[in-house]
């Protein structure tokens, strides 16, 4: 009998998604396993998708994307983060940032090369990179005067030869840790002395609670970059517009890599679909109040969720500065997967356990506070009852 490719067989099933599949089989979960909101994508970007059907955006558009889409992006770079960037060979949309992950470590890795991923973080990219037969190291933030910190001396300890590719997320899933300016340079000089490639996972930038006045995106490590580095960002419409289900994201990369990725895009998915491509432009053109007010309730949202957390003992929890996760540390957790199914089972609440975002991540649980309020207290209250009675 033919047997499954044995590297197949060695990318791990998400911990979150097992959970989450034994939830949807339960009537009544309050979900908070997820990263979505429950609040619906705004109207304007559902009609925007109902009005290019009827224009006809039914048909194969470029494998980078549709041009207009791609110019949009630039000028949107511009406003919010002061980068110039080139459509036409800087930008290629990707059918969702899950996708565009995978062009960026396709485009960076050879068979039996090394990544250094540092975690906690979404399971993604360690999978990516075992997809595509790289070999990935997780190296930890350290969590150090009261918040996550990128710990420069294991990252030289872990780079060998064959590191090729080095990973970050920020804002982060699940910490909400944001990079500091001096840890961005640190990042980039530690890529450019050993020749890496550096991939920041920025889908998270516009959730950001540290800035003047909300609606400021995380500052993107594009600010600090050099057009000819070894740079690449992913990004995704699902957070920042409550796209989800939509599969729209893209990548920004040097040059000569835009064209081989734009070439790649051809073998894994053609192109995202044309007419949810003009949503997305829709999104770009009218949404800074929506995200406004979406980032108000977030905000909310999380302080609610520490209020409550900040009164039971051996439960210890860091304010985020971004995205819109919780991810607490349960004094004397073992074994967080195994606490997440029994509180599924005992409570209908359902989180996701520390232990599916890698290395650092065990004796937590993430709480995606998206949701809306009323879900979210129900949730809450349920959880941490049931910490209290463990």
């Known amino acids: 009998m033919a047997k499954i490719a044995l590297r197949a067989g060695e990318v791990p099933y998400s911990r979150i998604r097992e959970l989450a599949e034994e939830a949807m089989k339960m009537e009544g979960v309050v979900k908070l396993y997820f990263g979505e909101s ?24 470029e494998n980078a994307g549709l041009p207009g889409l791609r110019r949009d992006l630039a000028a949107y770079y511009r406003r919010l983060q002061g980068v110039e960037l080139d459509p036409d060979s800087e930008i290629v949309i990707t059918a969702s940032g899950v996708q565009a992950l995978n062009l960026a470590i396709r485009c960076a890795i050879d068979p039996g090369d090394g990544a250094i991923l540092l975690t906690p973080a979404w399971p993604n990219a360690t ?6 037969c790289g070999n990935p190291h997780e190296v930890r933030l350290q969590f ?47 890529a450019r002395r050993h020749d890496l490639w550096l991939l920041a ?23 600090k970059a050099r057009r000819d580095d070894a740079v690449m960002v992913a990004q995704s419409f699902s957070k920042t517009y409550c796209m989800t289900g939509w599969r729209v994201g893209w990548i920004v990369v040097r040059r000569d890599v835009g064209q081989k990725a734009a070439q790649l895009n051809e073998f894994i998915v053609s192109h995202a679909a044309s007419f949810t491509q003009r949503a997305a432009q829709a999104a770009l053109a009218q949404g800074e109040e929506e995200i406004k007010r979406m980032l108000g309730r977030y905000k909310a949202n999380r302080d609610f ?3 409550m957390l900040s009164e039971i003992p051996g439960v210890s929890v860091p304010s985020p500065d971004g995205a819109f996760y919780l991810f607490p540390k349960i004094e004397g957790l073992k074994d967080s997967f195994d606490f997440c199914r029994r509180l599924l089972h005992e409570t209908k609440v359902g989180l996701a356990p520390g232990v599916a975002f890698g290395a650092g991540g065990e004796g937590s649980v993430r709480i995606c506070y998206a949701a809306d309020r009323s879900i979210l207290e129900e949730g809450m209250e349920k959880f941490v009852r049931f910490l209290r009675g463990k």
Not at 50 to 57: K, S, T, V
Not at 147 to 176: H, K, M
């Open 38 to 61: 429950n609040i619906p994508t705004p109207d304007f970007i559902k009609q925007a998708a109902c009005r290019a059907l009827e224009e006809g955006y039914t048909f194969y558009s």
């Open 127 to 132: 999978s990516t990179v075992l997809m595509d």
């Open 144 to 190: 150090r005067s009261g918040r996550y910190r990128v710990d420069f001396q294991s990252l030289e300890e872990a780079v060998t030869p064959r590191t090729r590719l080095l990973v970050y997320t920020s804002p982060s899933n699940p910490l909400g840790w944001v990079a500091t300016e001096e840890e961005q340079e640190g990042l980039l000089d530690f």
């Open 201 to 223: 996972d920025e889908v998270y930038d516009r959730i950001y609670y540290r800035a003047p006045k909300l609606g400021i995106p995380a500052p993107s490590i594009l600010r």
């Open 305 to 307: 969720c520490l209020g």
